[in-house]
């Protein structure tokens, strides 16, 4: 096991899966690579915003994407890997980290769980549920 991919977020739960996957890269000597995929469907506060400043969809989802991989690579850095590999990609997220997971030829996929309702988690299915149902790799799912 030599490539880990690792997907945050920015949430808690992704910090997370941050810290652990780069322990485990510096453990090994292992290569890291950090992934956020950013969704189209803004939060309306962050829609708001936008409008205010006039601001590009694409613009502001790319960064945001900037800000959440340099607090990852932070991170990583802190838990012993001082270089890592970062891509920002948009849409699905499940089938973006799937794509790079086999782009990379990676061995692991490191995610968070995140908190969904009972109802809308057995509607829609997580992308940590996804991940482990069509990934061709281990995936470890931090809590």
């Known amino acids: 096991m030599k490539r880990i991919l690792v997907a945050s977020d920015g949430s808690k739960g992704g910090d997370r899966a941050v810290a652990l996957a780069a322990g485990l890269a510096a453990a090994i000597g292992g290569e890291l690579t950090i992934i956020t995929v950013m969704d189209r469907a803004i939060s309306d506060d962050l829609e708001r915003f936008r409008r205010i400043e006039k601001i590009a969809l694409d613009e502001l989802l790319e960064t945001e994407a900037k800000a959440l991989l340099e607090r990852a690579r932070s991170i990583a850095a802190k838990n012993g ?6 891509l920002a990609e948009e849409g699905d997220a499940a089938t973006a980290i799937l794509a790079a997971a086999k782009a990379g030829k990676s061995d692991v996929v490191v995610v968070g769980k995140r908190g969904r ?14 991940l482990v149902s069509l990934a061709n790799c281990s995936v470890v799912v931090v809590p």
Request: aromatic share 0%; charged share 25%; net charge positive.
């Open 81 to 86: 890997v001082a270089k890592a590999k970062t």
């Open 117 to 130: 309702g009972r109802l809308k988690g057995l509607l829609l299915g997580s992308t940590s549920q996804k």
